[in-house]
């Protein structure tokens, strides 16, 4: 099997982590994978913490958090591998996994990124992502495809393109990776898998789903179902992507439907909820857009509670 690269972004959750770490050494060895832990947000030094679980890591720390995409970034630049997978600390693997997915791109020089079947860690018999559907750019909407159905295998066999990867599990071919370029930083968190799928399309790569493996995913480890911070970021790039994925006339159009329909309505919600906070980082994050320009380098992130 060709050297596989696994890059996964810690922050501040060293146990979920090592688990992540447990989970790859009883299938794979230091010669088949290198992992690659970038510990995000980290004041000191955690090499030590994590060395014991797998022979082969390359431990990066980095002082400010990068996010997720960031952070993907930062290991994505000293991997070794001919493979790439990212995969989320929160999530674990089984037996058969990484060569399975190797052969999916091995047997189709078209797909650019491919994403397996997740299962929710505490109910494997639920299924979370099994693809998902086409992007709508108008409202910036698309649906998962087999989310919270009972697995009974239906998705076994299965491999076929789909919308979009999902950024909890994902492999491509280093080479492909080189081609297409890095996640977008601008992002921080959330969307940004969504906007490498597009970068990935734009060089004629397809985004493809594989049922035949696995990976076990714990969802909400990293962040709060609704916190300030989701809601910002989501709200955010929600238009950011749509601003950098689309013509100036779909643009304007979805602008018009997110300011005037969805952010109001959603306002509404949380203020109706007694949730004033939340209401708040929605008009956060739909105000960023009208004062950054989609291009620029130095886009940066502040939310504070």
Not at 88 to 111: F, Q, R, S, V, Y
Not at 136 to 161: C, H, M, P, W
Request: net charge neutral.
């Amino acid at each position: 099997m060709s050297l596989t690269t696994i890059i996964t972004v810690n922050f501040h959750e060293a146990e979920v982590t090592i688990e992540l770490l447990k989970s790859v050494a009883k299938s794979y060895s230091p010669s088949q994978v290198e992992i690659i832990i970038v510990d995000n947000g980290a004041d000191k030094n955690m090499e030590l913490i994590f060395q014991p679980y797998f022979e082969n890591i390359k431990y990066i720390q980095s002082k400010e958090n990068l996010g997720f995409a960031g952070g993907n970034n930062l290991g994505i630049k000293q991997a070794k591998g001919d493979y790439i997978f990212l995969l989320n600390n929160d999530t674990e693997i089984p037996a058969g996994c990484i060569e399975t997915m190797i052969a999916e791109l091995e047997a189709n020089d078209k797909i650019g990124l491919l994403s397996p079947l997740l299962l929710y860690y505490d109910q494997k018999d639920l299924v979370q992502y099994a693809g998902f559907t086409p992007m709508n750019y108008l409202v910036a909407r698309n649906s998962y495809i087999g989310q919270f159905e009972k697995n009974i295998g239906q998705y076994d066999n299965q491999t076929y393109q789909t919308g979009y990867c999902h950024g909890a599990a994902v492999m491509c071919r280093k080479a492909a990776l080189n081609n297409a370029g890095l996640m977008d930083e601008t992002y921080f968190l959330y969307y940004e898998e969504l906007d490498w799928c597009e970068k990935f399309m734009r060089i004629g790569k397809q985004i493809w789903f594989t049922g035949k493996t696995q990976v076990y995913h714990k969802e909400s480890v990293s962040v709060g179902k609704a916190s300030g911070l989701k809601i910002y970021f989501n709200t955010r790039n929600r238009m950011l992507f749509i601003r950098k994925n689309t013509g100036w006339l779909n643009t304007f159009f979805f602008s018009i439907y997110f300011t005037l329909i969805a952010c109001p309505k959603a306002v509404l919600k949380y203020l109706l909820a007694g949730q004033a906070n939340l209401a708040k980082w929605t008009l956060k994050g739909l105000w960023w857009n009208y004062t950054h320009s989609k291009n620029s380098k130095e886009l940066g992130y502040e939310i504070k509670s």
